[in-house]
């Protein structure tokens, strides 16, 4: 019997991020760092701006979600960690990146499980290299899993824990954190469907997860198990992108 892949997305959502600080100002300077850092990302998002707490919990409790959230903790009325508790009280996910201009409120941070702090007045390239780990953090605890049928029953394999693909005469042979697997199907099959935000082309024959990449080499990327993968000079520029936009910096 051939192998089947069938593919279940959860991981191409909308990504909601939310910026609450009581100060105008501040808004627009997260707003605007948050929008040019997503340029050159392909993942959807939208913005959602709150000027006191409060709106933050009824936006909420109203069935909503927030992913990622840039709050500040000082304001009236609730302040930023009575937030992120109340927060915590209906969704226990979302990335929380405090905005103060104090510092001792970091045991408070553990309580709530804050991602960071970002210090003001707040600079883009902060913002920026705090928002591409959240959004990476994010991809990775959505996912998606390849369901692979074989002789004995179905497997179920979570891309985050797949390391790279090979490609070879119409076989796909799956290398990850739980084994090796092969199935008959495409490369376009397997680049429809996993996550764009972390996987990336490498080769015509070669897919790596971003996650997992040590070193990237002038004609081979290291990944972290020890692997070896083959880069083509096509594909250099746009791996190199890829990757370092990954960690928050530039080429």
């Given at each position: 019997m051939k192998n089947i892949l069938?593919?279940?997305?959860?991981?191409?959502?909308?990504?909601?991020?939310?910026?609450?600080?009581?100060?105008?100002?501040?808004?627009?300077?997260?707003?605007?760092?948050?929008?040019?850092?997503?340029?050159?990302?392909?993942?959807?998002?939208?913005?959602?701006?709150?000027?006191?707490?409060?709106?933050?919990?009824k936006y909420i409790s109203s069935d909503n979600e927030i992913d990622i959230l840039f709050l500040d903790i000082q304001m009236d009325g609730l302040d930023g960690m009575e937030t992120a508790r109340k927060?915590?009280?209906?969704?226990?996910?979302?990335?929380?990146?405090?905005?103060?201009?104090?510092?001792?409120?970091?045991?408070e941070a553990f309580e709530v499980r804050a991602f960071r702090f970002i210090k003001k007045p707040v600079q883009h390239e902060v913002i920026e290299k705090n928002l591409k780990e959240c959004v990476i953090e994010i991809a990775r605890k959505r996912g998606c899993f390849l369901k692979i049928k074989t002789e004995t029953g179905f497997r179920k394999?979570?891309?985050?824990?797949?390391?790279?693909?090979?490609?070879?005469?119409?076989?796909?042979?799956?290398?990850?954190?739980e084994g090796n697997f092969e199935y008959r199907g495409t490369l376009k099959e397997?680049?429809?469907?996993?996550?764009?935000?972390?996987?990336?082309?490498?080769?015509?024959?070669?897919?790596?997860?971003?996650?997992?990449?040590?070193?990237?080499?002038?004609?081979?990327?290291?990944?972290?198990?020890?692997?070896?993968?083959?880069?083509?000079?096509?594909k250099y520029k746009e791996v190199m992108n890829r990757y370092f936009w990954s960690v928050g910096e530039d080429v």
């Open positions: 069938i593919i279940c997305m959860r991981g191409n959502e909308m990504v909601t991020i939310g910026i609450c600080d009581d100060e105008l100002d501040v808004r627009d300077a997260i707003r605007e760092s948050v929008i040019e850092s997503m340029k050159e990302d392909s993942t959807e998002y939208e913005i959602r701006e709150f000027c006191k707490g409060e709106d933050v919990i927060l915590r009280e209906y969704d226990r996910t979302t990335e929380i990146l405090f905005v103060t201009s104090i510092e001792n409120k970091i045991s394999i979570y891309s985050r824990d797949i390391v790279y693909i090979e490609v070879l005469n119409r076989m796909i042979k799956i290398y990850s954190k397997i680049m429809d469907n996993l996550e764009k935000l972390l996987f990336v082309q490498c080769h015509r024959s070669y897919v790596v997860n971003i996650i997992y990449i040590k070193e990237i080499g002038n004609k081979d990327i290291i990944m972290k198990d020890g692997s070896i993968v083959p880069i083509s000079r096509s």
